[in-house]
T-cell receptor, first 114, second 117 residues
Framework: QQQVKQSPQSLIVQKGGISIINCAYE??????FPWYQQFPGKGPALLIA?????SEKKEGRFTISFNKSAKQFSLHIMDSQPGDSATYFC?????????????FGKGTKLSVIP | GAVVSQHPSRVICKSGTSVKIECRSL??????MFWYRQFPKQSLMLMAT?????????EQGVEKDKFLINHASLTLSTLTVTSAHPEDSSFYIC?????????????FGDGTRLSIL
């Protein structure tokens, strides 16, 4: 059972455009939703995260939109740059379990073309 | 802050060899460490969760005798792939958690590319 569904699998955006990646979750106990950025041959790095009591969070060019009723959240990258080309993973966690175990989406490979 | 160092970054060895991968939290104490395996173009697959001083909890389908995990201190966890075979070739990534009220549940290392010939 895939608890976090991510789409699209791959995305090509022109420089300056907006990249949008969507995720949907099933477990309503999840209470923390991070996004990770991974470059080839590197480990994932936390990009931005949101809690379900907030509908939107913005950090620089990166924005998370969160829809609790629909159990969906998305990452928007404004003014996308070639340096943003990477694989992005959404994730969810139930911190109340005490284990801080992440449930990852399958990832989206973003290519930003000049 | 919150740096996780993983070593080695790459290892190539012959079939039958045992390989040890180290994961260190450099500037914080990690109550919990996680080991992941990642195949090309795929997501991270959790292999096991380990807490300092106790036995690791392995995910279903992960052989505990094949993948030995030791979490001897709050800053070090090791993964040993015993009698490695070509099918064990993969990208292994560790992460560490401070637990408690941290806003970042896991800090990741840069991974180890394991190639078994």
């Amino acid at each position: 059972q895939q608890q976090v569904k991510q789409s699209p699998q791959s995305l090509i955006v022109q420089k300056g455009g907006i990249s949008i990646i969507n995720c949907a979750y099933e477990n309503t106990a999840f209470d923390y939703f991070p996004w990770y950025q991974q470059f080839p041959g590197k480990g994932p790095a936390l990009l931005i995260a949101i809690r379900p009591d907030v509908s939107e969070k913005k950090e620089g060019r990166f924005t998370i939109s969160f829809n609790k009723s629909a159990k969906q959240f998305s990452l928007h990258i404004m003014d996308s740059q070639p340096g943003d080309s990477a694989t992005y993973f959404c994730a969810a966690i139930y911190s109340g379990a005490g284990s801080y175990q992440l449930t990852f989406g399958k990832g989206t490979k973003l290519s930003v073309i000049p | 802050g919150a740096v996780v160092s993983q070593h080695p970054s790459r290892v190539i060895c012959k079939s039958g060899t045992s390989v040890k991968i180290e994961c260190r939290s450099l500037d914080f104490q990690a109550t919990t460490m996680f080991w992941y395996r990642q195949f090309p173009k795929q997501s991270l697959m959790l292999m096991a969760t380990s807490n300092e001083g106790s036995k690791a909890t392995y995910e279903q389908g992960v052989e505990k005798d094949k993948f030995l995990i030791n979490h001897a201190s709050l800053t070090l966890s090791t993964l040993t792939v015993t009698s490695a075979h070509p099918e064990d070739s993969s990208f292994y990534i560790c992460s560490a958690s401070m637990g408690g009220v941290s806003n970042q549940p896991q800090h990741f290392g840069d991974g180890t590319r394991l190639s078994i010939l």
